[in-house]
């Protein structure tokens, strides 16, 4: 399975933000679309990923505030990311080994999405209740032997 098909299942909805924005803009843009990330985008171009992760530290360094930050000053500006033709058994060890929860999607330099760990291990499992249906339906029509074969004898 590749990452393409996780985008196609997931919708193209992109959410961004610039990096000049507020903290707090980029706070009340994720809670009011219930999202853990944000694609940073200048002039068209992807330059860093924010996510909660980066926020909560910066709550942390601060005493619970967002002390008037911008989202450069705590972006990762330089996010993993894979392509629409990475399979994901190549996601997974990438995203574990980084602790990365968010990874953004490109085709060259056009972002194409971003996926979630969470959508990954959908991906996973949706993809394993499949096989697991298909083996089932499989081993359900299992052919009849055919009468007049003789069998092996075992004691």
Request: hydrophobic share 35%; aromatic share 6%; net charge negative.
């Amino acid at each position: 399975m590749k990452v393409s098909d996780i985008l196609r299942v997931k919708g193209g909805t992109l959410y961004t933000i610039q990096p000049e924005e507020s903290l707090e803009q980029a706070v009340e843009t994720m809670a009011q679309f219930d999202i853990g990330s944000l694609a940073v985008m200048d002039h068209g171009d992807l330059v860093g990923m924010l996510t909660f992760r980066e926020i909560i530290h910066t709550l942390a360094r601060n005493g619970g505030q967002l002390g008037g930050k911008t989202v450069r000053t705590v972006m990762d500006d330089h996010p993993m990311s894979c392509t629409p033709e990475t399979e994901l058994d190549q996601v997974r060890p990438m995203m574990l080994e980084r602790h990365t929860r968010y990874m953004p999607v490109m085709d060259n330099k056009m972002l194409m999405g971003v996926i979630s760990f969470y959508d990954v291990a959908k991906a996973v499992v949706d993809s394993q209740n499949f096989e697991n249906k298909m083996l089932k339906a499989y081993i359900r029509d299992w052919p009849e032997e055919e009468t007049g074969k003789s069998e092996p004898n075992f004691p």
